[in-house]
């Protein structure tokens, strides 16, 4: 185990009806606010009625940022840093899931920065400070809520880039399963793949970590246990919250302190986004067991056996390679059942004319990842995917 | 899941070499410290030295509290608070294990309060405000490094009662794993058991949290591990490090979280401890086994089949029953195979006057438990254990 320093601060009100308590969190910090959100969801399932009703009973001013995207853009993250600027807001609330809360922890560290704020997705280290974030989860995947990165996209450039600083990490995070279960059967897999992979993102990784390990195959089991029952009953309230639990810890630092790795398949990802706008975790699973049997070697045989026999339930007594295989496959046919293409495809995704470039961008981010793929590869793993 | 409220908030610096933090972290909260330890072995292994070396180094001047008891009794959470008030302390710091960081946090209580001390232990409400808790682990065990808990034993009455409050949750903990590598081999097995014991009171609860009994598994399975490695290399760096890390997150809320259960085999033991003055997990591994065996039933059954599966790689082909005893059995054996007694004859305790007064105040603390046993059946597991 590497060394390592913990500090995850976010307190978490997690249940039914704890949005009661917002008033109170958000008076810890300030009187005015600024919803950050993306369409008319949250304004057909009830969730704005509420959070609007509290704050007027309590007093407090809002301004409003919506429109955000699902990959979220530069350009809303500018919106959102000027309007705090401009009302003097002190606290930032966004409401949804990762887009909206990438969207803005970057609002809330622009409208501590005098220069463009693309500059603070592009450089990290250039932030220092922001606005307080309390968010309100309308959907398990992203972590956005209790980590402390946001992801940015620049349509003009075709970038999709992550930033992160520990001013970022959530103050506060309202997580109310109840407030998924309007989620799509379609975006409810997506976002069960994109979990899933953030977890196998850490659990592939070249460090020890036994205990690690063993919290992140938990997880895993717990996205294959209720990633298909929420798909198939989006009221099952144990589905929807273990899944939302499940989403905060599979990337809130806890699977890969001590055991760092660089991420292999999101960096790949990303790519597609940038390009393509696709959906995350769609991509992610279309991409992961493609990008598993690439790796697959002498080498990562032994963990790929581990993986399968203790989160597939594959037979220890099977020959390495076999059990790994059959980790993989059993990887792919979920993804598969819960509805998700397995395709790119299947998303739209015929011309491959910019693979190569894609390729290249994605193989640079790759060195210290669990295998460091060449260009070459990477861009292998975009053909068979196709 | 329940709802739940989840506020961790310590900073753990964790790994070789940590110690080089302990100035800048003291420096935060104030510049004259209590310290707080045991017997002799932090001036044998050289940690006092270091930690006075670094405060003299900072201008941070220091207190201090010696000779805690592996049960701390409330004389000495007096006698720290005593020093607090008069040399004006601003930071607590406990080096040790579980014994010290418990001693110290009702010492930064009692330093806040104006009445005596124990009130602080039987009346939890009473702690409103501490002085802030720095600790330095030593021993991996009672997860008190990153818990709000504190237990206190005052022999005059024989009572050992655990007092929580938010305000006890160390600020800071510093965890380098090479400290524990002078522990003997018992206090390790012992340690381990401790942990195992806090994750298996969590485990077995009425509440469900599929998530949680994963993580559960994955800590447990980390002392299996662990546990007979570093008791045979105590060196072993990998092993140090995992059960130091695994006892914090058996304890510090994670595992309770949604999934509330009030605890079974601890409140037996202290009464052990309280009476006999024992090694809390001796007393532990002791009872739990048999604690098991009373209450497996067919209410039971399915619960103890999944430890036994999950933990102890029972096969699932067994018929529930026999699985479950198998569970069990390889539970005392781990004990055993550690090192540790099996028999309270085997630690001295051989007078059984005291079972009847001891069953009936540990079954009175049994409400809520996952089976709430009568004060003969607790009477009966004493005698058996004997």
């Known amino acids: 185990m590497e060394n390592f320093i913990y500090s995850i601060p976010t307190t978490v009100y997690f249940g039914k009806g704890q949005i009661e308590n917002l008033a109170e969190i958000v008076s810890q910090y300030g009187k005015k606010v600024l919803l950050v959100y993306g369409g008319g969801s949250i304004k057909r399932n009830g969730i704005y009625e509420k959070v609007t009703a509290i704050l007027t009973g309590a007093g407090i001013e809002w301004e409003e940022l919506s429109g955000v995207d699902p990959n979220p ?68 995947a992203t972590g956005s809520e209790m980590d402390h990165i946001a992801v940015i996209s620049n349509m003009t450039t075709n970038d999709k880039i992550g930033t992160r600083a520990n001013c970022l990490r959530p103050k506060a995070a309202i997580m109310d399963p109840t407030y998924t279960e309007s989620v799509s059967a379609y975006q409810t897999a997506s976002g069960t793949a994109d979990i899933m992979s953030h977890t196998l993102e850490s659990y592939f990784s070249n460090f020890e970590g036994y205990m690690h390990d063993r919290m992140a195959e938990g997880i895993l089991k717990t ?44 960096p790949m990802e990303h790519e597609l986004s940038a390009y393509y706008d696709i959906t995350h975790g769609v991509g992610l699973a279309i991409l992961t067991p493609h990008w598993m049997r690439h790796v697959l070697d002498d080498r990562t045989v032994e963990k790929f056996r581990t993986y399968a026999v203790n989160v597939w339930d594959v037979s220890k007594e099977l020959p390495a ?34 693979f190569a470039i894609m390729a290249e961008k994605s193989a640079k981010k790759l060195k210290g990842a669990y295998a460091e793929l060449s260009k070459e590869v990477v861009e292998q793993i975009f053909r068979e995917a196709m």
Chains 1, 2 share one sequence.
């Open 223 to 266: 996205c294959i246990e209720f990633g298909m029952k929420a798909v198939e009953n989006p009221h099952d309230y144990e589905a929807r919250a273990n899944l939302m639990w499940a989403s905060s810890w599979a990337i809130n630092d806890f699977l890969k302190l001590g055991k760092p790795v660089t991420w292999s398949v999101h």
């Open 321 to 354: 390679y076999e059990a790994a295989e059959l980790g993989i496959q059993k990887t792919a046919e979920y993804f598969k059942a819960m509805g998700l293409p397995t395709r790119l495809s299947e998303v739209g995704i015929t011309d491959d004319s910019k």
């Open 73 to 140: 853009r530069v350009e809303s993250v500018r919106e959102g840093a000027a309007i705090c600027k401009e009302k003097g807001i002190e606290v930032v609330i966004p409401i949804g899931g990762g887009s909206s809360i990438d969207c803005a922890k970057v609002v809330a560290a622009a409208a501590c920065y005098d220069g463009d704020a693309w500059e603070l997705v592009t450089n990290s280290s250039l932030i220092k400070v922001a606005l307080p974030i309390i968010a309100i989860l309308t959907l398990a």
